[in-house]
Structures are given as structure tokens and as C-alpha cells.
């Protein structure tokens, strides 16, 4: 479970594809002190290096043109950027709705980069605190369905009409 008090990261990523070469084409992270959300936030978009098939840009709206179009212009370097995302991590504990993913596709992307990768010690799953929270409330709860999405409805939180599969907005 999160801690009570101290400082840690909730981020999300949004990706190139499932796979093992997928890369992070957006990244957003929010700051928690003591429980509560500070309005510290850190998000960034990374050029893609490979084609995204139109299956993963219908989830997340990202194109293959989206940084040239968009982002290229205003933004630091992608590497530059994940050195200040590494700055705003600090050496606090990160939390992610199926972190192995997420910090496996992240670490190759900071590896990449020659950055220092996150160790597996410095993160959680807030997936997987979700089926063990619902296999002792609910034991024939399904475990396919403990998407990010699902897991809100479960606990009553709203979306306020706005889309899953937005880094910035799903780490919130």
C-alpha cells in the first residue's frame, strides 16, 4: 500500500505498442506528500522511433507525426527530458497500474539513453494492490478486469468524462 506520509511518485506511460521493443512516447508523473496530491507534475511527450500501428494510436490518440507536429519546437532534447524526469523522481518510491510494464518499457528508454534505470525495489504496482484488495472483498472478481478504468469504477471515482490512456491525467 502507499505510505501515510512521505513523499512518492504515481506515474503512467503511454507506448509505442505491448511488446518487448515498445518505447514510451509519453510520460506523466504526479507528486504525493503525506497522502495528498501537491500539484508538483512532470509530463512529457518523446519522439517515437519505430511506426505506431493505427491499433495503439486509436487507445492513445499519439500519431506517428504528433512531436514533429506539435512538440519538437517547444521542448527540451528527449534525453534532456528524462534527466529532469529522473530529477523529479529524486529517490522516491514510484507507484504505476501495472508497473512491471511501465518500468520495464521506461528503464529501456532510459537505458537507451545511457541514463541510469530505475531498480524493481523503487516501485509498486497499483494493479496488483487492486486484486489483493478485491481477492479478500470480492473472491470471484475476475482478474482481467483490473484496468486502470475498471479499478476507478470499482471505487467510485469519476472520470469526469475525460479518457483513459493519457499519461498525466491516469497518473492522477
Known amino acids: 500500500m502507499p505510505p501515510k506520509g512521505g513523499r512518492y511518485i504515481v506515474l503512467d506511460t503511454e507506448t509505442t505498442g505491448l511488446g518487448e521493443s515498445a518505447q514510451v512516447v509519453e510520460l506523466g508523473a504526479h507528486e504525493i506528500i503525506n ?33 514533429d507536429e506539435y512538440y519538437s519546437d517547444v521542448y527540451e532534447s528527449d534525453k ?15 507507484f504505476a497500474h501495472n508497473a512491471p510494464f511501465d518500468m520495464t518499457v521506461l528503464n529501456s528508454e ?16 497499483s ?3 487492486f486484486r489483493e484488495i478485491i481477492s479478500k472483498e470480492e473472491p470471484l472478481y475476475d482478474e482481467k478486469y483490473t484496468s486502470l478504468e475498471k479499478c476507478c469504477e470499482y471505487f467510485g471515482i469519476k472520470s469526469n468524462g475525460k479518457i483513459f490512456h493519457n499519461a498525466l491525467f491516469d497518473s492522477s
Do not use: A
Not at 496530491?37 to 499519439?62: A, E
Open 35 to 67: 497522502g495528498k496530491l501537491t500539484g508538483n507534475q512532470f509530463h512529457i511527450y518523446i519522439r517515437p522511433r519505430v511506426q505506431m500501428d493505427k491499433t495503439v494510436i486509436n487507445i492513445h490518440k499519439i500519431t506517428n507525426t504528433f512531436y
Open 80 to 94: 534532456q527530458n528524462l534527466i529532469n524526469f529522473t530529477k523529479f523522481l529524486g529517490n522516491s518510491l514510484i
Open 110 to 125: 532510459l537505458k537507451y539513453w545511457g541514463l541510469n534505470e530505475i531498480p524493481s525495489k523503487r516501485y509498486r504496482c
Open 127 to 129: 494493479m496488483r494492490i
